[in-house]
């Protein structure tokens, strides 16, 4: 999953506090990424830990209509992503912008304070919301290889082992610098892909040794479920401009993206069919917790904990930035970051469900995220120069965005306090 950090520093000057108008994103000489590298950069941002609740969202909709949710998804995150690129070229082409290096310096730059507010809101949500998908995948999964069911020191078994992470993450979130986490980034993507290969070959075996009855098809209910697993799944919008930024032939950014995005999507429907072809309706809501107990499955299980492990203080830096920068004048602040995590903690202690979780966050925030303010900023600075095809595609994803937001957000908030299984 994506994210949005850097600093506040000029080089020409000594680094001043943030204001409203700052960018996220300082402006360093660097080397220029290739199109392989582009690639490689766009599939880091977004696949994470959505993809190992995708086959027990297939077990829900229906293989057939979570395969058309992934690839429509795929196809309108790209074309979202796309206008947000298109927009900041219009702007610093026709006006002189120099700074606009992130989803919310864009915010600020077409809406005003008000644009980056909401853009601030919305990251700090979904990425507090991975966080907090990380320590239940993390809680459950380590209670599925104890097999543990009785309490410990009082507590239940999954509520002992998010409980146990919290000094660990309190000294890692105390980091104050991105450069010290990348090896643990580095390390954690190595683990994420080797998991989900072994994984996928898994399901394969246990697919060609028995076969289960599967459906294709869901209710009108379990398909706004389905939208929420699936947007979360694609959600890197935020990384849309600092990708483009990074790429040394910018004109190809956009077939880079549309093919990285068109790998991604075939990656996550045969993760998620063959999740679902290989256990059926006894499919769990982290797959994982489906591939028993033989060795090689729990080296599995314990490297993913170990991977979103330490992918949590990356994924929560933006949420410092943000905070940090409205409350504490853009200093470090060790409190505030220590607050953030204990709030996160108690979030996943309250969720029993990983997809279930998923879909909220995938629909109450990715949605907006994604498909509301992309097409909303576009149209701002192209409604003089589009059609009226423009101001209907502009609007009909802002309607689209803002109806599968309430929907899926409603019905992942049935499925948490009122389960149907």
């Known amino acids: 999953m994506g994210f949005e950090a850097g600093s506040s520093s000029n080089a020409l000057k000594a680094p001043s506090p943030p204001r409203e108008d700052t960018p996220l994103l300082g402006h360093s000489p660097q080397a220029l990424s290739s199109q392989a590298k582009t690639f490689a950069n766009v599939f880091i941002a977004i696949v994470g830990a959505g993809v190992l609740g995708l086959p027990y969202s297939f077990k829900r909709t229906g293989w057939f209509t979570n395969l058309l949710m992934i690839f429509s998804v795929a196809a309108l995150t790209h074309y979202c992503m796309m206008l947000l690129v298109y927009t900041r ?29 909401f853009v601030d809101i919305l990251i700090i949500l979904s990425q507090a919301g991975f966080c907090v998908g990380y320590l239940i995948f993390i809680g459950n999964t380590l209670v599925d290889v104890g097999n543990l069911s009785t309490r410990i020191l009082g507590l239940t078994p999954k509520s002992f082992y998010i409980w146990g992470c919290l000094p660990f993450q ?15 980034s580095i390390f954690a993507d190595v683990v994420d892909l080797g998991a989900i290969g072994v994984v996928m070959v898994e399901d394969v ?3 060609l040794k028995q076969s289960h009855a599967v459906k294709a098809f869901g209710g009108v209910s379990v398909f706004f479920y389905g939208m929420g697993v699936a947007v979360y799944s694609f959600e890197g919008v935020g990384m849309a401009l600092p990708l483009e930024s990074e790429m040394k032939d910018k004109d190809k950014f956009g077939k880079v993206l549309a093919l990285t995005m068109a790998f991604i999507a075939l990656m996550y429907g045969g993760f998620g069919a063959f999740g679902y072809f290989a256990f059926g309706e006894d499919t769990k809501d982290m797959i994982t917790a489906n591939l028993g107990g033989g060795f090689v499955s729990t080296l599995v299980k314990l490297g993913l904990c170990v991977n979103l492990f330490f992918t949590l203080p990356i994924m929560m830096n933006p949420v410092y930035e943000i905070v940090e920068r409205r409350f504490w004048g853009g200093t470090y602040c060790l409190w505030l970051r220590w607050l953030l995590v204990v709030l996160v903690s108690l979030v996943a202690l309250s969720v029993p469900n990983f997809a279930d979780f998923l879909s909220l966050v995938g629909s109450g925030v990715c949605c ?18 589009i059609g009226w095809k423009g101001w209907t595609s502009d609007v009909g994803i802002m309607l689209l965005g803002i109806v599968l937001g309430v929907s899926g957000t409603w019905y992942a908030l049935l499925e948490i306090f009122f389960p149907t299984e």
Request: charged letters at 15%.
């Open 89 to 117: 070229r219009k702007l610093e082409s026709s006006n002189g912008f120099s700074k606009i290096a992130s989803f919310g310096d864009l915010g600020f730059t077409v809406c005003g304070p008000t644009g980056r507010f």
């Open 368 to 385: 907006a995220l994604g498909f509301v303010l992309p097409p909303l900023f576009h149209l701002k600075v192209f409604r003089s120069e």
């Open 170 to 184: 309190l000294g890692l979130n105390s980091i104050a610098s991105l450069t010290h986490l990348a090896p643990l």
């Open 205 to 207: 075996l246990v697919f």
